[in-house]
């Protein structure tokens, strides 16, 4: 494997496109120090049918967002034939979905918020109030796009005022909203790797939710506690849960899976197929708890590349 041309995708057009990049680059440096062959492609530069199959054995996604995460880079890299990391289109697509994924999570039994979706058109106060009691649903409430990342657009609304505001000004940019209840207790999230859960560790973020800037900002002085202080029990049920959730989306590689626990009950909010691999993140961090290196955890993920995933 040593002798493969490893190409790492990142960048890309998406709204993390800066966290791609970072991530992305960690990767390189770790790939090369593993001794590899390692090459970059930057899909915002150029097209990613340029990827030339000649000059490449393994394609290791570094992409997040939109057009990297969704399933869209995937189907570039199937058509192509060329081995990839991380989930493959269907699961990817399934999981950027926040909508789908919620059904997934239901049919097979996982505890996830209560939920409606709301359709792009302009809203008014007491139409919101009429769809809020008809889904039985309190403030404060949660809404966010119903296909981005890394709590972009994500609001959590006091009242119906907020609610008003919030949900038109995401429907300039967005065609369908998420509604989720509210659900307080701790931040817990969990990392599978092919298939064996790593572990599971808290946050403690300093705002008011776990958002953007506390997953990438060190300024945000987001606690991280590893492993997440909960019961034993506790533990072992959360990583049992994570890992039917990869499962059943069919993804594979790495994923992360955030929850809320809240009265003794996990309750999942979504499953990330591109997690971070930056200075910050949170998967790697969980791997180095376990005493696998950074460099080992890519060079995990890059052996389980293939097609027809």
Do not use: W
């Not at 960690?26 to 090459?39: D, H, M, P, R, S």
């Not at 769809?131 to 609304?157: R, T």
């Not at 591109?274 to 910050?280: H, K, W, Y």
Request: charged share 25%; net charge positive; hydrophobic share 35%.
């Amino acid at each position: 494997m040593k002798s493969k041309r490893v190409l790492v995708v990142l960048g890309g057009t998406s709204g993390e496109r800066a966290v791609s990049l970072e991530s992305g680059n960690a990767c390189i440096e770790a790939l090369k120090k593993k001794g590899y062959k390692v090459f970059k492609f930057d899909p915002k530069k150029k097209p990613l049918h340029f990827i030339k199959k000649k000059n490449i054995d393994v394609i290791f996604n570094s992409l997040h967002g939109r057009n990297g995460e969704d399933g869209v880079a995937q189907s570039y890299f199937e058509y192509l034939g060329i081995p990839y990391t991380h989930s493959g289109v269907i699961s990817s697509h399934n999981a950027m979905n926040k909508i789908i994924s919620k059904k997934i999570f239901k049919q097979n039994k996982i505890k996830s918020p209560l939920y409606f979706v709301l359709k792009r058109k302009k809203y008014n106060k007491a139409i919101l109030k009429k769809i809020l009691k008809k889904n039985q649903m309190n403030f404060p409430i949660v809404i966010k796009p119903a296909n981005e990342g890394s709590s972009i657009g994500v609001k959590i609304c006091k009242n119906i005022y907020e609610f008003k505001d919030f949900s038109n000004n995401l429907f300039k940019r967005y065609l369908e909203l998420m509604v989720e209840s509210f659900v307080g207790g701790q931040e817990i999230q969990v990392a599978v790797l092919n298939n064996v859960p790593l572990g599971a560790i808290e946050l403690k973020p300093k705002r008011t939710f776990y958002d953007y800037k506390a997953k990438y900002s060190k300024s945000a002085n987001t606690e991280h506690i590893m492993p997440a202080n909960i019961l034993t029990s506790k533990y072992k049920e959360v990583l049992k849960i994570a890992k039917k959730a990869h499962q059943a989306l069919g993804c594979k590689g790495v994923t992360r899976s955030d929850f809320k626990y809240f009265k003794n009950n996990f309750y999942l909010l979504e499953i990330n197929t591109q997690p971070g691999m930056t200075s910050l993140s949170l998967v790697p961090e969980i791997a180095s708890y376990k005493g696998i290196s950074f460099e080992n955890l890519v060079e995990k993920i890059l052996l389980n590349a293939s097609v027809n995933r």
